[in-house]
């Protein structure tokens, strides 16, 4: 078989056809393509952390509305400095109505407490254990923040009385200074 120089020349041309296909357009595009994955794998991570954080900041969003009710709720049941007067009133009326004598009431000068004030009653009631019972069950069901501490209770040897219960009432409320401040956690 003789090849002359013009089936030389078809041979080169075929087999260079391929060759130079794959070095001018085949590999500048895999090239092309390599890159463009890589940066949507890139892209799709990103998304996948952004998705991440943004449902991280729908949650925190609805705790942060959850915490507001929660502190919503507990400012409603603290009273206002002036409404003071009528909780003790109240207190005193429990325990006349759970059969104890009328208390003897002695208020102390607020203080401080975390965010809110604390207005402290020094307290002393007689009477029988089922009446001191009843009394401190009704102050529990008070809407209102109490606490009752400095409990001291006394056995009397008479017969109109089995006790005689001294104690610090502590009512807790909203200082109208720091609510129109802003400083009761509104």
């Known amino acids: 078989m003789k090849l002359g120089i ?3 020349l078809i041979l080169l041309i075929v087999v260079g056809m ?5 070095f001018m357009v085949f590999k500048p595009q895999n090239t092309a393509i390599s890159t463009a994955r890589k940066e949507a794998e890139h892209k799709a991570g990103l998304l996948a952390k952004l998705q991440e954080e943004t449902a991280r ?7 942060n509305e959850e915490l507001r009710h929660t502190v919503k709720t507990i400012e409603a049941r603290l009273p ?9 009133r109240q207190v005193s009326d429990l325990a006349v109505a759970s059969g104890l004598a009328p208390p003897a009431i002695k208020s102390a000068k607020p203080m401080p407490a975390a965010l809110f004030m604390e207005q402290p ?3 002393e009631v007689v009477g029988s254990f089922v009446g001191f019972f009843t009394f401190v069950a009704q102050i529990e069901k008070l809407p209102r923040i109490t606490r009752i501490h400095d ?6 040897a008479r017969e109109d009385a089995e006790l005689k219960a001294e104690f610090t ?11 129109a401040a802003g400083g009761g956690g509104a």
């Open 151 to 156: 409990l001291k209770i006394t056995g009397l």
């Open 18 to 22: 391929p060759v130079a296909s794959y």
């Open 169 to 179: 009432l502590s009512i807790y409320f909203q200082d109208e200074k720091q609510a």
């Open 57 to 63: 900041n729908a949650d925190l969003a609805k705790t």
């Open 6 to 8: 013009r089936g030389l």
């Open 80 to 88: 206002s400095g002036k409404e003071i007067d009528d909780l003790v």
């Open 121 to 123: 009653i020094e307290m």
